[in-house]
């Protein structure tokens, strides 16, 4: 077994398949797969992951494989085939797979040094190989011949570390503790025999007497106020020990989350848990569908599974949308299961996440919660997975591999034989299809647990307050509302959708619409240093006096932003105090979460937003919700776009009235006639479902077909059109008869950084060899994408159609 098949670093369709290498005798004894490696490839050295060992290869000649980068394998069986299967389903290299499931950290360009944690003695080579230092570079140990099975010990015994250097000193954090080195009647009898001028020493030692445990040296120090040499004294009489920890950077204290216990259940919630127990017990694999109104407590389903699964011994897995990802979700898992919880969101630095995916690979968190990429967490006796707001658009990646969360975590849940949650308000059509047709099991929650009613929506007509000669974004009944909300001392969430409110400039003159010069898209204009910006490359310009068409001056930006909403409402309401909270003033570490804090602490009356002030934010004082253009989403040009407009004006709604105090929403509309914004007023899913089906089935879309898009993009236009004919005509030659091909047609966004964009969509109800087929296909344009910078790119379950 003494041959390693290896996937390398290099990401092109050329080289997409296992290369063999000899392992030499140095590292025979402890490479396994799941562990990176570095090969020689053609010129270069480049990184590999090991995913086998055998004995025998069909090659001769192989190459040796010059050094092994991880000690112990960071991707388990389980993730190596799980990395296979995932580059197949969505099409991607199984290079690209792969980097996928790991931190950054581990994909990075880095350097490594060893690190020596004991202060006791190592093996004799090790301690030649350290020469009294505390660190040392991972060339050396290659250089100087010790086995690497030793030093795969010495890390198990927790005596050395390996650090990977990104940027940053080193990656991991060590502190230094003290102890007594001996028993304490011992101490007691050294600190009676101590001479009395050394006053500082007795001091430390009393007071270690007193509380004969590990102390972080830089306590002692301050508390004491001494020097590393009274400590050294102490440590040269034997008295006591220094030792160096990891401490993990824990981005949340965990000491900060106060405990919660299990809430007695529902009857609703009983029946909703029951069946998921069973199959945690049973070891079985189901997915259940969790269909619960907001508030309607759904998480404390997901806390009390998770409690079952922790009690088996085995792991959970929770995802949940970035945005949603708030110190008030995060607190309701760490409150119930403290530091067995690691959380895995973007807002942490490298550094953070990784320390936060190791505590997961060393198995001493039971609990992850994170968001998309979360669900790759390296557990191996996973108990259950959830998916909470399992409508959300950020389970989707949108790179390569273009993968759903949801079929990743059914994959991983049929491996590991346990269930699978997803829970929403508003599931998607694709998963509540699923649920009746008996793929998925069906629960309802239908009650809120406090028992209070949705909060009343009333719908406003925009096209009357015009007739009426009120031209602000403020319907009269909004202001007055707002008013009377202040007044008693309530407060006002405000969703403005950001999407449909491009501020792209417009001559009033003639009409002419300032658009990047190199992607066909109207500019946005930015009000704080008078620019226009291109949303898609970085493109940008000052705000010109003229426009370039007509030369009118009359060239004024258009559509609303929140920064202008905001204007608006601090002249329409002067006494308001309002807080933004957008991609520009959350942009910052850690703002979004002050924000939403300034709120909570009634810092301001008003909270203005975009769509990231929808999900799971619960005040007890807010009482209204204001939409201020609904339909703005409906115009979109993507099938989805009603079941989107019906999903955010339903979660939207869910913000208000949770507590005591009754709530209300107020919808602002031009279309209040549309089944989405009529349905999402009554809290009618089920309705909504049935009218969208129609829709869905009528026009042939999801859930009635599936869609693959397959995007070419190219500097020459022409290219790009040739390309994607080629492939549309190979494609009808393969495909059978029921299958659509749509194209070539130019993208929506038909042109970005200078490329133009073609593509074509195939509908399909049964195509098995679809993947492989166009797998096939654009490998036959390899040498072009390679010589030429041709783009060609398949999404397999496309969710931006653009
Ligand atoms: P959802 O996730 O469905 O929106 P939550 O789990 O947030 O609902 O529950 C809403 C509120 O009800 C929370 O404040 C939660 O603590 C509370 N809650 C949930 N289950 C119970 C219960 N069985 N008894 C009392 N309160 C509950
Ligand atoms: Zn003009
Ligand atoms: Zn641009």
């Not at 009898?189 to 007193?210: H, R, T, V």
């Not at 009857?267 to 909703?272: L, Y």
């Not at 593509?759 to 344009?781: A, D, G, H, N």
């Given at each position: 077994m003494n041959i390693a098949k290896v996937i390398v670093d290099v990401p092109a369709g050329s080289i997409n398949q296992t290369f063999d290498y000899e392992i030499p005798e140095r590292f025979q004894e402890m490479l396994r797969p799941g562990m990176r490696v570095i090969v020689p490839f053609g010129s270069r050295k480049v990184m590999g992951y090991v995913v086998a060992r055998t004995g025998e290869s069909d090659f001769d000649h192989l190459k040796e494989l010059i050094d092994i980068l991880d000690l112990t394998p960071i991707l388990t069986p389980e993730l190596l085939d799980l990395g296979k299967w995932l580059a197949e389903e969505t099409i991607s290299l199984y290079i690209t797979a792969f980097q996928a499931m790991l931190p950054q950290v581990l994909k990075a360009n880095y350097k490594k040094e060893l690190e020596r944690l004991t202060t006791e003695s190592l093996s004799e080579q090790l301690e030649v190989l350290f020469a009294g230092r505390d660190f040392i570079s991972y060339e050396e140990l290659g250089n100087a011949g010790v086995s690497f099975y030793q030093v795969q010990k010495a890390i198990q015994a927790g005596d050395i570390a390996v650090h990977y250097q990104v940027k940053s000193r080193v990656t991991k954090k060590h502190i230094t503790f003290l102890k007594p080195a001996r028993e304490v009647?011992?101490?007691?009898?050294?600190?009676?025999?101590?001479?009395?001028?050394?006053?500082?020493?007795?001091?430390?030692?009393?007071?270690?007497?007193?509380?004969?445990e590990e102390i972080e040296l830089n306590y002692i120090l301050k508390k004491f106020g001494t020097t590393r040499a009274v400590i050294n004294a102490l440590q040269n009489k034997n008295l006591l020990t220094a030792l160096k920890k990891e401490v993990y950077r824990n981005p949340h204290d965990d000491q900060?989350?106060?405990?919660?216990?299990?809430?007695?259940?529902?009857?609703?919630?009983?029946?909703?848990?029951?069946?998921?127990?069973?199959?945690?017990?049973?070891d079985r694999h189901d997915v259940f569908l969790l269909h619960g109104v907001t508030g309607s407590g759904k998480t404390e389903i997901y806390l009390q599974a998770i409690q079952d699964v922790i009690d088996k011994g085995e792991e959970a897995i929770v995802l949940v949308p970035e945005i949603s990802l708030t110190p008030q979700m995060v607190r309701r898992f760490k409150g119930r299961f403290g530091s067995n919880v690691a959380v895995l969101h973007s807002a942490l630095s490298h550094g953070e996440k990784y320390?936060?995916?190791?505590?997961?690979?060393?198995?001493?968190?039971?609990?992850?919660v994170g968001a998309r990429s979360a669900v790759f967490a390296p557990f191996e006796n996973l108990g259950i997975i959830i998916i909470d707001e399992e409508h959300e658009n950020s389970y989707?990646?949108?790179?390569?591999?273009?993968?759903?969360?949801?079929?990743?975590?059914?994959?991983?849940?049929?491996?590991?034989?346990?269930?699978?949650?997803?829970?929403?308000?508003?599931?998607?059509?694709?998963?509540?299809?699923?649920?009746?047709?008996?793929?998925?099991?069906?629960?309802?929650?239908?009650?809120?647990?406090?028992?209070?009613?949705?909060?009343e929506v009333n719908i406003v007509d925009m096209r009357d307050e015009l007739h009426a000669g009120n031209r602000s974004m403020f319907s009269r009944s909004l202001k007055d509302n707002m008013e009377e909300r202040i007044k008693r001392g309530e407060q006002i969430v405000l969703l403005l959708n950001r999407r449909g409110y491009s501020t792209f400039v417009m001559c009033r003159e003639c009409g002419h619409v300032k658009e990047c010069p190199h992607c066909d898209i109207a500019l946005t204009f930015h009000k704080y240093n008078n620019r226009l910006k291109c949303h898609y490359c970085s493109f940008e310009e000052p705000m010109p006096m003229y426009c370039p068409s007509c030369s009118s001056d009359l060239i004024r930006f258009f559509g609303t932003g929140t920064q202008r909403i905001e204007e608006s409402l601090t002249q329409l309401i002067p006494e308001a105090r309002v807080l933004r909270m957008d991609v520009d003033t959350t942009r910052r570490k850690g703002a979004h979460e002050k924000l939403l804090t300034q709120f909570a602490n009634k810092e301001a009356d008003i909270l203005l937003g975009t769509q990231m002030i929808a999900k799971g934010l619960d005040f007890e004082n807010v009482t209204l919700v204001g939409v201020l253009t609904a339909d703005s989403m409906l115009n979109l040009p993507d099938f989805r776009s009603s079941e989107k407009t019906f999903q955010l004006l339903t979660q939207v709604s869910g913000r208000a009235g949770r507590h005591e105090l009754p709530g209300e929403v107020i919808v602002q509309t031009y279309t209040p006639e549309h089944y989405s914004i009529e349905m999402a007023s009554h809290y009618n899913f089920i309705q909504f479902y049935q009218h969208e089906m129609k829709v869905r089935k009528k026009f042939q879309y999801p859930p009635y077909v599936f869609l693959a898009l397959i995007t070419v993009s190219h500097q020459n236009h022409v290219t790009a059109v040739q390309t994607t004919q080629k492939i549309v005509k190979t494609l009808r030659t393969y495909v059978g008869e029921d299958t659509v091909i749509l194209g070539p047609s130019p993208s929506p966004i038909s042109r970005v950084k200078d490329r133009y964009r073609w593509?074509?969509?195939?509908?399909?109800?049964?195509?098995?060899?679809?993947?492989?087929?166009?797998?096939?296909?654009?490998?036959?344009?390899d040498e072009e994408m390679r010589k030429d910078d041709l783009q060609i790119s398949a999404d397999m379950q496309p969710y931006q159609l653009m």
């Open positions: 009647y011992l101490l007691e009898e050294a600190l009676q025999d101590m001479s009395n001028k050394a006053k500082k020493q007795q001091e430390i030692l009393a007071f270690f007497i007193e509380r004969p900060a989350f106060e405990k919660t216990a299990a809430l007695t259940l529902t009857k609703q919630q009983q029946k909703a848990l029951k069946p998921v127990r069973q199959h945690i017990h049973e320390d936060e995916w190791r505590r997961v690979h060393r198995k001493e968190v039971q609990v992850v989707k990646q949108e790179d390569q591999p273009r993968y759903h969360a949801r079929d990743v975590a059914i994959h991983r849940g049929e491996n590991h034989q346990c269930p699978v949650i997803l829970g929403s308000a508003t599931p998607t059509l694709e998963s509540y299809a699923r649920a009746q047709k008996g793929v998925y099991q069906l629960t309802t929650l239908n009650k809120r647990t406090n028992d209070k009613a949705m909060p593509q074509c969509m195939v509908k399909y109800k049964q195509e098995p060899q679809l993947r492989t087929l166009i797998y096939k296909i654009i490998r036959q344009f």
